[in-house]
C-alpha cells in the first residue's frame, strides 16, 4: 500500500483504486501515514487539518485529521505561478488560514483546548492548499484512506501575514475562491467548525499522541475556508482574503519528480 501510493506520487501517476486493504481504523490509517514518511525524501514542514464528517468518524472519536506538508511542495506567494495535480486522481484546491509556529509546544502535554492553542505563540497568513492524488475516489472513500496518502495534499501556498490574529473576530476573516472566471466558493474563518482556534488545538494534540509534538516553524493549514473546489490541471485558481490579499496560480500535471526536478 505504501509503496504504491509513493511510486504514483514519484512517478506522477494516478492510480486505478485503493491498493490493498482499507486501514480499519485513524490509529491504523496514521501507522500508514509515518511508514510513508519515513520513506518520503523530503523534509517535513507542517501539516493541513482537515474536518471529518460526523456520520465518517471512527471509535477515535476525532473530528479532524491530519496529513503532511513537504518542503518541495511549500510555495511562497510571490515566487509561485503554479502548482501540481495528479491527472486522473483528485485534484482540488482550498483556500486556507495557515499558521506558523512561534515556539515549539510542551513535549509533555498531549490535550490542548482552543484557548490554550491560541496562547501558543503563532503567526496567521492567507494560504492555499493543493489537495490532489493519485486516487480518484480518495475523499469517497473516508478518512482512513485520506490520513493513509498523506492527507489527501500536494502542496501548499503561504502569503501574506494577516497580524493580531487572536483579537481578531474571526467571522471579519472572510475568503472566496475562484477556478477560471467562476466563483466556487465563500466562506472563512468561520466556515471551520471552532474556528482556527479549534483546527489549531487538534493538530497540537494529535501530534503529541502521535509522538511528533509540533516544534517552532512548523505550520498549520486549519482547513478548507471556502470548500473543496476541483480543478483540472489548465485551470486557474484564485483565492481571494478580504483585506488581506489573494493567491493566484494555475495547475498543471504532475509529472516524474526527476523531470520536474530538471525542469
Known sequence: MVDAFLDARRNGQSLPGFPGDIPDDLVAAYAVQDAAIAQWPE????????????????????????????????????????????AGGFGAIEAEFVLRLDADAPVDKIDWTPDEAAA???????????????????????????????????????GSEIPDWTTRDEATLTAESWIDDTRVGTGGATTLPGGLRAAFAFALSRSARRGRPLKRGELIAT?????????????????????????????????????????
Do not use: C, M
Not at 476525532?62 to 503554479?82: I, Y
Open 43 to 86: 523534509t517535513l514542514v507542517g501539516w493541513k487539518v482537515g474536518y471529518i464528517a460526523p456520520e465518517k468518524r471512527d471509535a477515535s472519536g476525532d473530528e479532524r485529521l491530519l496529513g503532511p506538508v513537504f518542503r518541495n511542495r511549500l510555495q511562497q506567494a510571490g515566487e509561485a505561478s503554479e502548482f501540481h495535480v495528479f
Open 120 to 158: 501558543l505563540p503563532a503567526t496567521l497568513f492567507i494560504g492555499l492548499e493543493v489537495a490532489s492524488s493519485p486516487l480518484a475516489t480518495i475523499n469517497q472513500l473516508g478518512p482512513r484512506v485520506v490520513v493513509s496518502d498523506f492527507g489527501n495534499n500536494n502542496g501548499l501556498v503561504v
Open 223 to 263: 482547513g478548507n475556508a471556502t470548500g473543496i473546489h476541483d480543478i483540472l490541471p489548465g485551470q486557474r485558481a484564485r483565492v481571494v482574503f478580504a483585506g488581506h490579499g489573494e493567491l493566484a496560480l494555475t495547475a498543471r500535471a504532475a509529472v516524474p519528480q526527476t523531470e520536474e526536478d530538471a525542469a
